[in-house]
């Protein structure tokens, strides 16, 4: 599948940047599903439209943050400084008589919102809500934000990997993968209305800065695994471990094009800082994300949703479930899959 192709896909929330890239007071731009955007704070939080000035067709994101249009802080071109509203309208020509008076045409405006700290950009009108977390409102939980990172690897690729069992073993035998114990327990899968819940549990090793992180002398422990996939690319991974403490991992594969994905990355705990210094929580799941990034970059990235043209195991099901609602996701938006050209 290519994601860029894939219309309906411009229509789910991504999540693009941490707010505080937008503190400075300057545009910043992003690449999103293959589409040149920039991104402001507007008068009522994020603002996104296409990065393309329609007068000659320079970069937005390289102007400034015009203040004196109406409605609020807009984009202001930095070859003439005709300036753009939240909904990419344009607002400001100065060099015209009437400079606010606005002007028919525009660029194109997108969603854009704050929501966990991280903004998120819908390039058409959602056909999801931004994925729930109810770690995030439970005071319980504190939020360590850990990665921000552009991967050349395709979203699908990331998610599969993310409920795949198997790989734990081989993958992650550094960290807390049990090399001699190849063979994944079994998972029960529950589909929701955009994805689904995967229960499971699975033995780990329990070694290094890990003891300290879990709060455990013990060689091995068990994982509690609530895995929750959200369409397309994002997750959330609730692990308990028997000494009661929970670790979220919510990892989003935000598609910049359809070979390379934005790795947005942060944790929900129920420990403090005195407990587990939020340096070495980071430093944990770097090991093991790094672990996985050499793997998935070596993949192949337009991602079959058809079963044929790889080889499947049982373990292999939440994959194969992400494929058929894919599928079922572009059918019921009148779509076919787009792959690359078969090659001679
Ligand atoms: S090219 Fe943007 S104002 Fe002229
Ligand atoms: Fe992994």
Redesign the pocket.
Known sequence: MLATKQKVLRRFWYPVMPEAHLAGGKPVPFRLLGRDIVLWRGKDGPAAVTDR?P????KLSLGFIDADVPDGPAIA?P????AFGVDGRCRKVPQAHEPLRGMKGGTTGHHATSRYGWIWVALEDPVAPIPDIPEAADPAFRQIDEFHEEWAVAGLRLMENSFDMAHLSYVHANTFGILEEPRPAPVSIEHTPWGFVMKGEAPVTNKGISKELIRSDSERTVRVIEGRWFLPFLRASRIDYPTGLTHVLVTAATPINDQRSMICQWVYRNDTEADSPAEKVIAFDRAVTTEDRLILESSTWDVPLGMSEELHMPSDKPGIEMRRRLAALLAEHGETEARLPPED
């Not at 070859?79 to 005709?82: I, L, M, N, S, T």
């Open positions: 000035c007068h000659r067709g320079a071109c070859y003439h400084g005709w």
